[in-house]
């Protein structure tokens, strides 16, 4: 709604952080919105800044939108003290930098390898990448009912009760229950899947 | 692995921040003692990391079925309004000449700002709407925004929003009212956005200077841009841009 013309600043600083509420208790639809916003302008400054092409500026972008919304899923942003242009700039510019350092030249980036990189490094130890493709095609075979609901524990940090009621479990200690049996599930999937493809290797030898 | 239930439903307990001190140095003498223990922690580590994995790679492609939207919109309104690129350059080379005499004398026509600067806004709502046949007025009409059908969007989004108000649908009633040239309801429908929802102001002001552009109205269409221009939102430099070329 309209301030008056003193609360500019302080309208705009709460925008931002009405943003960041907004992707923490929300899901995609508030993740377009932010893409839409800000799209426009992050490409023309990309593109110019680092003379990279159209395309290549748009996959930084939408690698951009990603963290942002990691950062603020997994509780490391919580409050700007910048704007939300600002603080998308900033991880546009850190992912080209490291990548070109990486690679040692620009070349285009490959957007599903930059992820699970930066989710391996990001953890202290290193996985066995084997192992992690693995886990994903257990993920497959979970099917959605399950997978939606430990994703939206693990991942976008639903409480029980919001899951319950998003999901339409009878309360919050049945929701938790589903879960410990998804869990169960995918733990049991990932070790046959495991084995599968350990029993092919041993074939091969 | 030589591990129990019990071991299992610790690591699950540690991972869901669901242990007292006493659970948590449990865990972590286990981590330093007990191989097994330690590779079933790292076997829950490992699910999780995947499933945050895959749910980025989910978004990822949620943004790239958006990004395939908003390229067509911004192709369709470029070649509404822009002719083939030779003539665009050579527009551009005696408008310089023509715009070097006249820049600072004479103000620019609102109407050709106007056309210059309104892009519909795109349906960031729910973008690749599928299943129509089953859809509800609500997705028959987003469906329709997307294929630049603005008439039957026009029609549709008012009825949805008078069964289901929300402020996403009225701002693309909005934006489908301006297209269409329908300057009076955009304005009723951008100023019930600002009146009655928080969500969407900066976008509602700026397609409402946008109206006031249109219809010439230039000094309650410089307020708003003065407003958003003074802001740290995604519009100000744009309507900074715009209230100088007002000017």
């Not at chain 2, 026009?154 to 069964?163: E, H, P, S, T």
Request: net charge negative; hydrophobic share 35%.
């Amino acid at each position: 709604m309209g301030l008056p013309d003193g609360c500019f600043y302080i309208n705009a600083t709460m925008i931002q952080n009405e943003i960041i509420k907004k992707i923490r208790f929300g899901g995609q639809t508030e993740l377009g919105l932010v893409y839409a916003e800000y799209r426009e302008e992050f490409l023309r400054w990309i593109t110019k800044a680092y003379h990279c092409s159209d395309d290549d500026g748009k996959d930084i972008y939408q690698l951009t939108i990603l963290i942002f919304y990691d950062n603020i899923k997994q509780g490391k942003l919580e409050t700007l003290v910048s704007s939300v242009k600002t603080y998308l700039f900033g991880i546009g510019k850190n992912i080209l930098k490291e990548h070109i350092r990486k690679e040692k030249r620009y070349t285009p980036i490959h957007q599903e390898k930059w992820l699970k990189e930066y989710l391996v490094e990001e953890q202290t130890q290193i996985r066995d990448e084997h192992a992690f493709d693995v886990a994903g095609v257990a993920l497959a075979k979970l099917g959605s009912p399950c997978r939606r609901l430990i994703e939206m524990f693990y991942y976008e940090k639903k409480s029980m009760s919001e899951i319950s009621e998003a999901l339409q479990f009878k309360n919050p200690e049945t929701a938790k229950n589903q879960k410990c049996k998804c869990m169960a599930r995918l733990r049991k999937l990932f070790e046959e899947e495991l084995s599968k493809t350990q029993n092919v290797i041993n074939h091969v030898y | 692995m030589c591990t129990d239930k019990n071991d299992v439903t610790l690591v699950e307990r540690y991972f869901d921040a669901d242990l007292d001190d006493v659970g948590m140095q449990d865990v972590n003498s286990r981590l330093e003692a007990d191989g097994a223990f330690k590779a079933l922690f790292e076997q829950e580590q490992l699910l999780i990391q995947a499933i945050r994995y895959h749910d980025q790679r989910d978004k990822l492609h949620y943004l790239k079925t958006m990004e395939g939207h908003l390229s067509k919109n911004v192709h369709k309104a470029s070649s509404r309004s822009l002719r083939p690129w030779h003539y665009l350059v050579a527009a551009t080379v005696i408008g310089a000449l023509v715009v070097a005499f006249v820049w600072l004398s004479v103000p620019e026509d609102p109407n050709k700002l106007f056309q210059a600067y309104f892009t519909p806004y795109p349906n960031a709502f729910e973008p690749g709407v599928r299943n129509i046949h089953k859809g509800t007025q609500r997705l028959l009409a987003l469906h329709a925004y997307e294929l630049g059908d603005y008439e039957t969007a026009a029609r549709g989004l008012k009825q949805a929003y008078n069964d289901h108000p929300e402020p996403g649908v009225l701002l693309l009633l909005g934006n489908a009212n301006l297209t269409l040239g329908y300057v009076q309801e955009a304005e009723e429908n951008f100023n019930t956005l600002i009146k009655n929802y928080d969500d969407l102001d900066p976008q509602a002001k700026w397609y409402l200077s946008l109206c006031y552009l249109k219809r010439g109205d230039v000094d309650r269409a410089k307020n708003i841009l003065k407003e958003l221009s003074e802001t740290e939102i995604s519009y100000a430099s744009k309507a900074k841009e715009l209230f100088e070329r007002i000017n």
